[in-house]
Structure formats: structure tokens, C-alpha cells
């Protein structure tokens, strides 16, 4: 008979801090080094497909899915690693060094898995949801400038596109929520068109104060107005609870917690992807972490000064900015317990509203002076 | 076919919660009808895990039926243990050595304090804090580690039995409960800087499942639920058992009776566990840990009752003998299955997310409600 005695665990929890922070800065470093190779070397190919307008948007579209793919790999193995980390574990360890290929591992296993549709589902509406919920995402990061060069589509009304087509996300679920006939997934459906839409005004609240500021919708401009001082530092009367109120959205808009009701395990099982298995729910997922790094970015675009930074180049400087953003958004998932539905809607439309309209006439004032 | 829109309107959409659902903490299942978020009402569905029990006391001597009473209240077996162990006990007027009531009670606080941190971690799960689970249970697990030190098991201890304890401490078992409890005191506070400030928790805890002073009496709720509704209702105090009368300690009461105080009382409770587990180190006396029992024991014919505080409220055991080798009637009265009797107006009116906070409060064991 032993026991294992706890000794204290100061040494323990520095050790593990510590660790932590190395291995996250290594990741950080690297993944931030990612997305330089491929484009140095496309660089010439790039110019000569730039001359052909269809050949110059296959590039970039394939180049954004592959991007959103990867970096959805990588989003999904930090989020696994940073929840083991503040809840006293490990984490994904054991495929390929610190697990970095769980994700991978994980996605062959979804890609091999029976597709199940219930018998009693609507199969065009079940189907079509989780792209549905997808696609959307995936069009806003045609407009995402990680750096002056290197975006996609510089959209004239690129804040009003990002606003226009992101809301669809709330069709998708909800698509999934009623296709899947499901109680579990039609009570989360209803609960996320509700919370999305409403947490829609405020969010676009913040974006309008940015784009007041800035007399600009162009996301690249937005960045460039601010190459001398980030928005939230410049502002920072008006900016500061503005980019509280936008992260809050951001929170409700992904569906995490505090605010994952839509998907609320300990109550509707897992909600509108209740019934969903194999590459649909991969999608969801794809989704949902796609998404994540969208808002991080955006909100980098908006308040952060976009890919403005010394020494390093602007690109790593955005997906620094970004990873951190989302670190944040990690911390404050793995933190928080849910709100009830009632006080969702009720903090959204009694507290951030108002609040969001009067920090909006303030910036316009000082947008007018 | 797709539900349709009037289908979905209508205020009869019936949900089955259970019995596979993560949050019904074991094979319950709740018919609950809803209006959109709203509950109109809700039955529990019991019995999934029903095993007879109490019919197979019937068939076995006495002391064969304790590992069966690990597999009630399987969070806290060796309060079960001790509950069945009394009533043998008084049925067959035996008397314990003083150090096996010692370690007795030492042993079932330290299961006591075992389970209320399953409920703290799985009640934020149901509140939806997942990190504060993994907190609790790793505390949990130290304590399990300490249980298995002394008893060589981790769940189902057999152990507390007709007449005392089978062994005494082993070496060495004071220092490790001592360090452990050192540890889970900082985790405690680290617990309620985590959750029990938080503003979010709060609000889904504070004022939601409220059950006042008289209805808490009228339907016999005992132990932390009835303590969250401001009555001081405890078996330990108030007809004390084994050595509880000769150890100092508080009884927590809470007069608000919404989930929030039937929290704290569990949270207060495991200070309170510390307290007696460390008296009664300080108090032992030296000397026999088992009675000389017969090899075949028959009891005269009479019958008793004996009246426990487990973790989760008053666990009886009434226990009837004719002079033979098996009990005629064996009784339990179980604290969960009282709760979940409440949970149906408790219930009514309450969002659905509130249906899991109310449930989670009352922390139920479906392994003594079926039996």
C-alpha cells in the first residue's frame, strides 16, 4: 500500500507556466513562419497569373481554403493544449511531438466515418447546413489584409461585406437545427439565430465607430490609417470599451462560452450538431475555428493597427496580433461558466446596446471635430 | 417528415432529458414538456438502474450484504457501509471499540469530503465552467489516494463492517492526510476565487430553484438541501452517532434556499470534514479496532433503525430479524429519492437551462434512488 503524497506544487505549476510559455512562443514563431513560404516562391507565378482574371481568383480562393484548413488544424490543437494546460493536464501528447498532429489524426478519423443522416431528418436542409455555415466564414477572409500586399480582394466596402455575409451563419445552424429533427438541435437552433442576430448590433455598432473614424470601409485602409498609432491607443476613450463590446459580440457570435448556448452540452446535448457526425461535423468545426480566427483578425484590423509593427515582417506581425487575440478568447472560454438564455438576450439588448449607441455618438463626435 | 411550424409553437414539445444525457448524472430520465425555453412541467422517469436491493439482503447473512451497499450511494460507499454496519449492529446489540468508531468517522468524512468535490466539479460542468471540474477532481483524486491507502480501494471499499473496522491505520497514514489536506485547503480558496465569485455563476445560481423553510420540511428533505433552506437539520448533531458527539464542529446553514446556499453548505461542509478528520486523529484512542463476533452471527429476532448523515442527506437503514442467518426486511431510506421527488414543482416555470442547475443542486445518486 502507497500513497502518492502531493508534495507542494509551486516548482510543478512554474515548471509547467514556464514550459507552456516556451513551447507556445516556439508554436507562435512557427506558425506565424508559415504562411511566409509558399508565397515567396509563387511570387513570379503570381504575377504572370495575375494577368488572367479566372486563374488569379482560382489562386487566391485555393490559396484562402488552404489556409483556413491549415490554420484550422493548428487552431484546434491549441485550443486542446491550452484548455489541458489551465485545467492541470497534458493535453493531446502522443501523435507527432506535443500531439501537434492530433488534429490531423482526429480529421482522417471524421474523413472515414460514417455519414449518418437521421430517417426522420430533412436530408437536402441536413446536408447543405454545415456548408451553409461555412461558406460564409470563408468569404469574409477573402477581405482579412494580413498585410498590404497580401489580401485577397482590397473590397471598397470590405467592413460592410464582412457584416453582410457573416450574419448567414445564423442560416446555416439554423438549417441544421431544423433539418436534423432533432429537439436538442431545433432548441439550439432557435437559440443561435436568436443570439447571433441580436448580438449582430452591437458588433456592427463597434465596426461602424471604427469606420467613422477612419471615413473608410476598406479593410486595407482601415489598417493604413493607423500606421502611426493603433485606433485603440489613439481613441482609447472610445475604443477601449468599444473593443470590449466587439470582443464580447465576437464571443457571442462564435458560439463560445460564456455564450455557447446554441451548443450547450450539459443542457441540449450539443445542440444544432447534435445528430451530425463524420466530415458535416468536421465542417462545423472547420467552421466554427475558421471563424474564430476571423474575428481575432478582424478585431486586429480594427483596433490593433492590422500588421503595423517593428522588425518583424507585417504578415507575422497580423497572425502574432491575431494568435494572441485568440489566446485571450481561449482564456475567457476555459474560464467562464454559461449564462442562461434570457440573460444573453437581456445583457444584449439592455446593457450593450445602449452602451454601444452612446459610445457611437461620441465617435461620431469626434469624428465630426 | 421534418417537424412542422405548429408543431414547434405548440406549448406540448415534449423533451426526453435522459437516461443518455450528460447532465442527468446517471440513467434519470425527466419527461419535461416545454413552451420554447420555458418548462411547463416535468416528470422524473426512475428505475433504470434498479437492481432489488433490498430483496437480496434478504437472501444473504448479514455480512454478506455489505458490498451491496457500496453500490447505492456509490460516491460516498463508505457512509453506506457504516449506515448498514449500525443497523446490524443495533439489531444484534454489538459494541464497538472505541478506536474503530474513530476511524470510522474519520473514513466517512473523508468520503464525504470525496464526493462534495464530484458535486462541485460536476455542478460547474452543469453551469458550464469545464475547468473547474478537472480542479475538483484532481482534489478528489488525492482523497481517493488516501482511501485506497487505507482501505486498497478506490470506489466500492467494503470496508466499514458488523462489529468496527477490519484494520487499523497504516503507517504513515496521518503525515499523508495531513499534506493533502494542507493542499485541498489552497485549492478550496483557489475553488471559490475560480466560482463561487463569479458574477455569471451567480446569476444562474442565485434565486433559481428556491425551496423554503416549510416545503423543504413538508417533503423531508435532509442533509445540504434542507441546511441550504435555513434548518439546522443535521444527524450528526442532533441524534449523534458513533463518536460525533465527542468531536467539535459546525453545523453550516444557509437561509437563502436557492442552489447558490445548498453550494455553499457543501463547500462549508468539506472545511468541516477537515475539522472532524483532524479531531479525530488528535482524539484516538489506542486499542481494539473489531469486536470478537460470532463466525455464524444470528442476531435475536427484533428489528432497528439507524440514522446516518451521508453526503447527500439522511441515509436510513431500517433493518428487521427473525433469529435466523439473513434479515427478513431490509429498508433504505434513501436522501436522493426524496430529492428527486421535490424536483417536479421545483421545476416548474424554470428555463430549461435552469432544469440542469436545479437538478445539479440537489446532487442526486441514481444508484440510491433505483437501488
Known sequence: MSVRVYTSSKSYRAGQFFGGLIVSLIIIAVASLLPLLPWYKLNPVLDFIGLHPWLNAFLKAFVVVNF???????????????????????????????????????????????????????????????????????????????????????????????????????????????????????????????QLLSYEIPMVMMILAVVTLSDTMSMKQIVLRQAHMWNIVAYWPVMIPAFLIFLTCALAELNRTPFDLPEAESELVSGFHTEYSGMRFAFFYL??????????????????????????????????????????????????????????MGFCWKVLVPISLVIYCITALIALK | MPLTSTEISSPGMTINMGPQHPSTHGVLRLLVELDGEVVHSCRPVIGYLHRGLEKMFEARPYRQCIPFTDRLDYLAALN?????SQAVERVGNIAVPDRAQYIRVMLCEMNRIASHLVFIGTYATDIGATTVFLYAFRDREKMLDLLEMMTGARLTYNWIRPGGVPTDLPEGFEKAVRSVFEELKVTLDENNRLLTGNRIFRVRTEGIGVISKEHAIAWGATGPVIRGSGVPYDIRKIAPYEVYDRLD???????????????????????????????????????????????????????????????????????????????????????????????????????????????????????????
Open chain 2, 80 to 84: 453506506n457501509n457504516l449506515a448498514i
Open chain 1, 287 to 344: 467552421a466554427e475555428f475558421a471563424n474564430n480566427f476571423f474575428s481575432a483578425g478582424f478585431a486586429v484590423t480594427l483596433f490593433f493597427g492590422g500588421w503595423y509593427g517593428p522588425i518583424l515582417p507585417p504578415v507575422v506581425w497580423f497572425t502574432l496580433k491575431t494568435l494572441i487575440l485568440i489566446c485571450v478568447m481561449m482564456w475567457i472560454r476555459w474560464t467562464l461558466p454559461r449564462l442562461r438564455i434570457d440573460q444573453v
Open chain 1, 68 to 194: 483556413v484548413a491549415l490554420h484550422v488544424l493548428f487552431l484546434i490543437w491549441l485550443e486542446r493544449k491550452f484548455a489541458g494546460w489551465m485545467q492541470a493536464r497534458l493535453g493531446p501528447k502522443h501523435v507527432g511531438w506535443q500531439g501537434l498532429g492530433q488534429t490531423l489524426a482526429d480529421a482522417i478519423k471524421l474523413f472515414l466515418k460514417e455519414d449518418i443522416v437521421p430517417a426522420k431528418a430533412d436530408r437536402q436542409l441536413f446536408a447543405i447546413a454545415p456548408f451553409l455555415s461555412f461558406m460564409p466564414t470563408l468569404l469574409t477572409f477573402m477581405v482579412l489584409p494580413f498585410s498590404a500586399a497580401w489580401i485577397a480582394y482590397d473590397y471598397d466596402l470590405g467592413a460592410l461585406f464582412v457584416v453582410a455575409v457573416s450574419t448567414n451563419v445564423a442560416l446555416g445552424v439554423l438549417a441544421a437545427g431544423w433539418g436534423a429533427n432533432n429537439k436538442y438541435s431545433i432548441l439550439g437552433g432557435a437559440r443561435a439565430v436568436a
Open chain 2, 249 to 371: 464542529f459546525d453545523v453550516p446553514v444557509f437561509d437563502q434556499g436557492d442552489c447558490m446556499a445548498r453550494y455553499l453548505v457543501r463547500i462549508e461542509e468539506i472545511r468541516q470534514s477537515m475539522r472532524i478528520v483532524e479531531q479525530c486523529f488528535k482524539d484516538m484512542p489506542e486499542g481494539e479496532i473489531m469486536t470478537k463476533m460470532p463466525k455464524i452471527f444470528r442476531p435475536p429476532a427484533g428489528q432497528a433503525y439507524s440514522r446516518t448523515e451521508s453526503p447527500r442527506g439522511e441515509l436510513s437503514f431500517f433493518m428487521v430479524s427473525d433469529g435466523s442467518l439473513n434479515p427478513v426486511r431490509v429498508h433504505v431510506r434513501a436522501p436522493s429519492f426524496i430529492h428527486l421527488s421535490m424536483l417536479p414543482d421545483l421545476l416548474k416555470g424554470v428555463k430549461v437551462a435552469d432544469v440542469i442547475a436545479i437538478l445539479g443542486s440537489l446532487d442526486t445518486v441514481l444508484g440510491e434512488v433505483d437501488r
